[in-house]
């Protein structure tokens, strides 16, 4: 098995079942311009220290469609600076220039025949990382904020930025109490959308 096929393989195992390593216990600090930006701790899954050299793997992006809005979450290479396409294992340096190792953002695409009104909670971002299924952000007391997208238009968010010390395999989840109305379909809420990343010490 090549090295790029085990790094795949844990990570895979990590994501999936939780079962194909060991259990991992610490954190990671989330920074950019979104709420909660100011470089506060969030618990996460982790590993052993990172070393001066390491690997970053990310994924292409992930779309869905919530009444008849387009979903699709996005990583930006954290050297480039450009768009990820495709799945990518990148392997960073340390004379490499960056200030962020996950890069993400979300977009919105009203692809439906009529105007559509976002709500989403002035409390929380539109990315929360999830250490397993069924987490859930509480949103009690928190001011409501709008966007409206007529036919065709396209939101784009900020950035988000989360930095780690530590080897990581996780997921980034849409937020879950963002809203797309009027709905369509008789269909409650959205599906949930997601997309993994993982951080990883170069195997031998």
């Known amino acids: 098995m090549t090295h790029k096929n085990k790094f795949l393989f844990y990570f895979t195992c990590m994501v999936l079942l939780s079962g194909c390593g060991e259990e991992l216990t610490t954190g990671v600090t989330k920074g950019g311009t979104g709420n909660g930006g100011d470089g506060e701790p969030i618990i996460g899954r ?21 009444h008849g809005v387009k979903r699709t979450l996005s990583f930006i290479h954290p050297v480039s600076s450009e768009l990820i396409q495709e799945d990518q294992l990148i392997t960073i340096d340390p004379a490499d220039p960056i200030d962020n190792q996950i890069i993400a953002q979300v977009r919105w695409e009203n692809q439906s025949d009529q105007p559509k009104t976002v709500l989403r909670s002035a409390c929380n971002d539109l990315l929360d990382i999830v250490e397993r299924p069924g987490s859930f952000k509480a949103d009690l007391r928190c001011d409501v904020e709008t966007v409206t997208l007529n036919k065709n238009d ?13 080897s990581t395999q996780a997921v980034l989840r849409h937020n879950e109490t963002v809203q797309f109305l009027p709905e369509e379909n008789n269909m409650l809420g959205c599906d949930v959308l997601e997309i993994p990343f993982a951080l990883q010490n170069e195997q031998n």
């Open 46 to 66: 982790s590993g052993e220290p990172l070393n001066k050299r390491y690997e970053i793997w990310l994924p292409k992006p992930a779309s869905d469609y919530c």
């Open 154 to 166: 396209v939101y784009i968010s900020e950035e988000y930025q989360y930095n780690f010390i530590v």
